[in-house]
């Protein structure tokens, strides 16, 4: 059927091998839908190698064609010498005019073959009756679309289809199509797996690829089968709970939020998990910073946050960190989160190391003094919290914090009823530690409707999730359900593998870290000066700083050598970093000299 229509294809050549394979053909039932995609499949795979063979004959046919036309011109120069003058010009241009169309066509055939092969490959490498689910439900433009995107990828020498990302071609196709449906992937899964083939036609068997060299996203391990109806799918209640955080990030509709959870419930393998999503998906677009209290998870954030710092290194650092990074995001329109973990924990090194220490809002100038223009770090520490959960929406900035505390009044930005709407709430218990669930259920400003809690309490006491967390969350007026383990799962998928494509293509700058020390070393450098020597020291860098020290505090005039093996650097710096500090000290009339009388301060 396709054998005709293959002598010239276009750009749109799915489209077009598509269109002709279906016409005539009954596709309006599921069943039509599932024959109609199964022979399809079987007729790419003919196209394809009478292609090949086509490819593998046509130039040579048509040079030999050529040719022998010009070999018979030559014969007839033998049996008619001047006949054979008068047309040589002729036949020798329209010899060559045959060879190089045909070569042109050889061309541009051999282009499309591969294009065939991955069609092929995304179609057979998930059953004929999922794939025709998402076309009955995505319709016909958007599937083929989505097949298209679903295709690109690179053939490998076993002859599969593989993607840079490890997806496989439904998953790709699946996401393609739920995020032009406006639907998460979760919602259109649920579509697909309701849909029933009744009456179908008898089909053609074919051989699909193992399950273990092909997971069908539709029966995935994240995506658990439906339960009967009337039984609530615990598992998908969670996953979808997980996929509002990521789903709809680019749509600058999203609120803040607060994970509460029992001691060892998950609550750092469930944000962990959507953290890793956002990263995978949007790449360089997701602007994220991570401020943990353990020093473990620190090195999963340094992987995907843009920043990542631990509080106790410097609870100081993260505070001036966390502001600053909140009035960047606030600029930028890109996709910002600022995670927060174990946010009580926290607080409490952070109000502890912030006492006595005031700030400039705009320069960021820190101060052990009240002064004019300065207030408390700890106040403005909070205020821009709260601003980021009220109105980071607006950029596209949410801030996601962790708490252990069940008792959500005791999170500053969100102690209200009103506050509280703005973003998502979610609380983690496992079986052992359901009480944590049951307060949260008793507390009536957090679930004003008496009705509602009554419905979770009997849900929660008829709900056992043996050693997986039970969630509950105010997604869609408040619902139960069950983190399935294969959530854990792809946590540690995103802990110690490599870092998907999007990162490969621009992986994190190695400065990162050192950035880190070099705010905590000025930090505390600026807290042991006067409030006259701190604005000027902020407004120079850390190496330029560390030698006006070196200055004051020796018997000027002071040799290079001298400032560079000063006891004030952590370790000797290069000739180079020095000179740079010195240039730009002088540059600011800081100080004066050179390297051969030595420097002082300037007059």
């Not at 047309?87 to 591969?114: D, W």
């Not at 052990?368 to 009220?390: M, Y």
Request: net charge neutral.
């Amino acid at each position: 059927m396709l054998s005709n229509v293959s002598k010239s294809l276009p750009n749109d050549s799915l489209k077009i091998l598509f269109n002709a394979h279906i016409q005539d053909q009954d596709f309006e039932s599921l069943g039509s839908k599932t024959a109609l995609i199964q022979r399809f499949q079987h007729e790419l795979e003919a196209l394809e190698c009478n292609s090949e063979n086509q490819t593998t004959h046509l130039y040579a046919i048509s040079i030999f064609s050529g040719f022998s036309g010009c070999l018979s011109l030559a014969g007839m120069s033998v049996l008619n010498p001047l006949l054979a003058a008068a047309i040589g010009f002729t036949s020798v241009s329209s010899a060559l005019a045959v060879i190089a169309g045909s070569c042109l066509h050889n061309q541009k055939l051999s282009q499309e073959i591969p294009k065939l092969k991955r069609y092929a490959l995304a179609l057979n490498s998930s059953p004929a009756k999922d794939w025709s689910k998402l076309w009955h439900i995505a319709g016909y433009e958007l599937f083929l679309e989505s097949l298209v995107s679903a295709s690109k990828g690179s053939i490998n020498h076993q002859g599969k289809l593989i993607r840079n990302d490890g997806k496989n071609a439904l998953a790709v196709a699946v996401d393609y199509c739920a995020d032009r449906l406006h639907l998460t992937r979760v919602e259109l899964l649920e579509k697909c797996n309701n849909l029933a083939v009744t009456a179908a036609p008898t089909v053609i068997q074919h051989q699909t690829p193992p399950q273990s060299e092909a997971i069908t996203v539709l029966q995935s391990p994240q995506t658990p089968p439906p339960t009967p109806t009337g039984t609530p799918n615990w598992h998908q209640v969670a996953l979808k709970v997980l996929d509002s955080l990521v789903t709809p990030a680019n749509d600058r509709a999203l609120g803040g939020c607060v994970i509460i959870a029992s001691p060892g419930a998950g609550k750092t393998t469930f944000l962990g998990t959507a953290w890793g999503r956002l990263r995978s998906k949007y790449g360089d677009r997701f602007q994220s910073l991570a401020v943990v209290v353990k020093q473990s998870d620190l090195l999963f954030f340094k992987r995907f946050a843009t920043t990542a710092i631990c509080v106790k290194h410097d609870p100081i650092a993260a505070a001036v960190a966390v502001i600053k990074f909140i009035d960047a995001g606030m600029r930028e329109g890109k996709i910002t989160r600022v995670f927060l973990d174990d946010f009580l924990t926290m607080n409490l090194l952070l109000d502890n190391a912030v006492k006595g220490v005031w700030i400039e809002p705009s320069t960021y100038a820190l101060s052990d003094k009240k002064e004019v223009g300065l207030v408390p770090l700890a106040g403005h520490f909070h205020a821009t919290l709260n601003e980021a959960w009220l109105v980071g929406r607006e950029y596209n900035l949410c801030l996601w914090v962790s708490s252990h505390s069940p008792n959500i009044d005791t999170l500053p930005f969100c102690g209200s009823r009103d506050s509280r709407s703005v973003g998502d709430i979610i609380f983690l218990a496992k079986n052992n530690k359901r009480e944590f669930l049951e307060m949260s259920l008793s507390n009536a400003h957090l679930i004003s409707n008496a009705a509602k809690r009554a419905e979770l309490k009997a849900a929660l006491d008829a709900l056992d999730s043996g050693n997986e967390p039970i969630i509950l969350a105010n997604n869609n007026n408040w619902v139960l359900g069950i983190v399935p383990d294969s959530i854990y799962a792809e946590y540690q998928t995103y802990r110690t593998e490599v870092t998907p494509d999007s990162m490969t293509n621009n992986p994190p700058q190695p400065t990162q870290q050192p950035s880190q020390v070099e705010t905590q070393m000025m930090l505390e450098y600026l807290l042991t000066l006067s409030s006259a020597e701190r604005t000027i020291t902020h407004q120079t860098s850390r190496t330029a700083s560390i030698v006006l020290e070196i200055i004051k505090a020796g018997n000027p005039p002071i040799k290079f050598d001298a400032i560079r093996k000063s006891r004030k650097w952590d370790e000797t710096p290069a000739s180079a970093t020095v000179k740079s500090g010195i240039d730009e000290l002088i540059s600011k009339e800081l100080i004066e000299g050179d390297s051969e009388a030595g420097y002082t301060l300037a007059n």
